[in-house]
């Protein structure tokens, strides 16, 4: 207890210099993992030899800095001893619940399999790098267990204070049918040491222990949980729920735990060189370190977008995916500005790791090495008539990427492949490298612009071949003139109403950060608050989007069980008579679960609704406090005679009402005026 003032103090310190400075993992990291040169990670010859031993059960490797025991053959974690400590993962646990691979798979309820190596190999043994091998085969006698082929990879470097783990998923001929959801690593801390987790330079904090949350109260899921008895009084009465540490795939860099139980104080780091191996592109957003204390590396899940992203292996179907290596760092300090010194050092190693992607020591023949890769480049313009005529915008800081062939957007449910994206200089140039040979399509999306683009034809890259694509020209979605648009077109709802939690529900991190307030639980409970009865009404051109647009398009509760569908009203006017031809309602969801939207023009509500989704999305944001989940945009041409000059309302209903997660968020929304001439 004695120390946690200090705790207190430091993170005091830490939340004010978020306000100063730049993040070295945030948005910029995408371009960080662009823009570096390659410089390799020599092995320093002035430490000693990596050692690798083995007994009949246990494999111990040691390079002096880091010590690692695995179990022979199945390849689980039992420890990781470091500058003193005798193991920071949890010794009370079982073996196979310390440091493990899972996969979540099956039929439409996943089950949970940690894999289990059958079969241990020495794959690499030299003075300055081991690697070793756990390989679980499958065979139709193993009905019930994941058909997949898999090898866990180990790999200890000279002179590295850490060690890279990585998984081969094999599908030869004649496996059956699969369906899988999640695959990651799974590290799980040691409780009476652990206490201090930082996932980003600004969301880091004192956390509660897996006792607090045992001994709290479990809120709308198991996840969160009012912390009613935590020991510590300053996290007393706080919500703690691991989904308010999710973070986008291209912020997922490096994340972790801190000891001061430990002299000098020790980090614990997990951290992803490359989203190349990840699913869903760079907005995915997945788990990093929770209560536990616990930290993971997802590889691929089914968070913030459902099981329509689940990889589908139909019967008979190959397959072959590296996924990995990832870094499992350690870091220590003596007891001045532990905590700058070792989130700092952590994200100094996670920039040298991204300087040496692609890896050129890991020696299973799949992974494939930087000089067996190819590059893409090119400049992406944007073309919309209505703000430029016939000038073109540059696609300043696009997402431009490469994904397996699909339809446009379709690499936000891509989980099967790799994908490769950078991030376009501010005049849309981008060059994209370091790609595995194969087919792909060519995807990108533009800040400030609706839909998503697709190069037309595929793209196959070649062993060290480069493709020049030169000048692309993306014309996003639009049928006529801006009227009106609420929101800015980003994928995301957090420039909209994001509202205050219940005071009684808050989660302190988040309670002076305007950027993260979103990720405050039970947000969703606040529209019965402030709409109690009446609906959210906006008048165009008088509210503002960031005053008056509630951020999610939510049921209204009646009761405990209970809820009702909500109307929301777009008032505005027209100021000439209409002219004939279709306008265009394009709504830009930033999300959607188990939501149906209905629009009415103006007639009374009493009607058939004049246009209607089907029952739509199952991304649960809402309830993980994500602020997006998949986009999707819906273009609506409304005739124009149910618009008149003058007064005019758009109904949007979200009719779907059986609990508090079903809805929208909207990214998005426009009025466009009927296609006139010179239209491009
Ligand atoms: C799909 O991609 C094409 C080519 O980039 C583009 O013209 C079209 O507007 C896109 N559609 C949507 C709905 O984003
Ligand atoms: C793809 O686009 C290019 C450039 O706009 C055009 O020349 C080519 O014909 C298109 N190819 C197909 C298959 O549509
Ligand atoms: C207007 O929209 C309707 C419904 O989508 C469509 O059938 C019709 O062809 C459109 N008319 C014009 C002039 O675009």
Redesign the pocket.
Known sequence: MKRSNSFMWWFGVILQLCFMLFSSCSEGSTSIRRALLKNDLTPASSSPAVKLDENHNQVVIDNGIVQVTLSKPEGYVLAISYNGIDNVLEAKNKDHNRGYLDVVWGNDDGVFQKIEGTKFSVIEKTEDQVEVSFLRQWTHSMDGSVPIKIDMRYIMRRGNSGYYSYAIFERPEGFPAAKVFQIRLVYKLRQDKFHYMAISRQRQRVMPTAEDRINGQELAYPEAVLLTTAKNPRIRGEVDDKYQYSAENKENCVHGWISFDTEPHAGFWVIAPSNEFRNGGPPKQDLTSHVGPTSLAMFVSTHYAGTSVSINFEKGETYKKVFGPVFVYLNSASRNNNIDTLWSDAVRQFNEEVRSWPYDFPRSPDFILPNQRGTVNGRLQVRDWFKKGWGNFNAKFAYVGLALPGENGSWQRESKGYQFWTQADENGYFEIKSVIPGDYNLYAWVPGFIGDYR???TITIKRGGVIKLGS??YRPPRNGPTIWEIGVPDRSAAELYVPDPDPKLVNRLYQNDARNKFRQYGLWERYTDLYPEKDLVYNVGVDKHDKNWFFAHVARRTGKQTYQPTTWQIKFELDEETSSGNYTFQVALASANEARLQVWFNDGRDVDPHYETARMGKDNAIARHGIHGLYSLISIEVASDRFKKGNNIIYLKQSEASDSFQGVLYDYLRLERPPTGGRM
Do not use: A, P, R, S
């Open positions: 190069y037309n034809t692309l020209v």
